[in-house]
């Protein structure tokens, strides 16, 4: 398999590490040539270039990776698509809606992989918890939320909504696997106007399931965490904790029938089952190679991924209209 990869700046690497060993890394594009020049000499066997079509040109090149900065990837991933290669794009491959219908339309077309780099969609912990749900092991899942909250990185060029919410927001419609028909956000832009810094979402499921996300870079807690209630157990996984990613809590509300329908609540064991230390990336790169090989359900990867852009889509339209409600600095 010949990979080409774009973008060699903070994540790109980390591609290119993986892809190197699982793969043939074959191209690498980087605008900038400082980029390039850093990585010359650790990639003896790859060709590098400033311009993404001479890559594409290369009738050998199977598939093409691309890591650059948001605004970018859906026209690179529709010119890759355009000659061909199947696609790794990271997340998200879209910032609109219809732009991500039209990358999915056309790998669809041409029989594509168009995988969106959802990295903790290969996250053991996160498996764990779907396969804790799939197995009915928590009852009838009620309720999702998501805490990822620091202090800092302050981002001026994107809102928490889409730099830290894209995780939460694939981990939880991977979860709860409907499209919401409810999607509301509100934020505060407190240290860069028009840039939220301060996001609370809130998605209904055709189901009834709920789902919430805390997301914020202005917070004394530093938190990684999702939470899943379930009507037998509820489960948590934080990936701050080394040992103790995922806690599975038996606890649960019940009704006894002799005291008339009123709720009590049950407290029992609590388990922390073991998870693998393998790297997400490294299984995430894998599940790529694996669907361009033709293994597995290459149509669900790319549908996946367009049910996050929808929602992200429909989340930024509510915090749009309650940033005019807002207006003002308070800082
Ligand atoms: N999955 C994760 O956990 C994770 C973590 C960090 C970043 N990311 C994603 O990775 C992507 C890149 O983020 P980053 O932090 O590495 O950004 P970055 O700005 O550090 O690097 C982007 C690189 O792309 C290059 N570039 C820009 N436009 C180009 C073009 N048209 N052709 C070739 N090269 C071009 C730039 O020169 C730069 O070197 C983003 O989509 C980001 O969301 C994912």
Known sequence: MRVGLAGLGYWGPNLARNFDELADLVWLCDADPAARETYAARYPKARFTSDFAEMLADPGLDAVVVATPVPTH?????????????????????????????????????????????????????????????AGELGEVLCVYGNRQNLGIVRTNENALWSLGVHD?????????????????????????????V?????????????????????????RRLTVVGSEKMVVFDDMELERKVTVYHKAPWKRAETYGEWQTRSGDIHIPKIATDEPLKLECRHFLRLVSGDGDRRKVAHDGAMVVGALERLTESLRSSRIANAGQLV
């Open 199 to 223: 996001v609370f979402c809130y998605l209904r499921f055709p189901s009834g399931k709920i789902a919430h996300m805390h997301l914020s870079w202005l917070d004394p807690h530093k938190m």
């Open 74 to 134: 859906y026209e690179l991933a529709r010119r890759a698509l355009g000659a061909g290669k199947h696609v790794l794009v990271e997340k998200p491959p879209a910032m609109r809606a219809t732009e991500m219908d039209e990358l999915v339309r056309l790998a669809e077309e041409r029989d594509l992989v168009l995988m969106p780099g959802h990295l903790l969609l290969y996250h053991p912990g996160v498996l764990k918890l779907k396969e804790l749900i799939d």
């Open 169 to 197: 927001l694939s981990v939880i419609l991977y979860l709860i696997d409907e499209e919401p028909v409810e999607a509301i956000a509100h934020g505060r832009d407190f240290l860069t106007s028009g840039v939220e810094d």
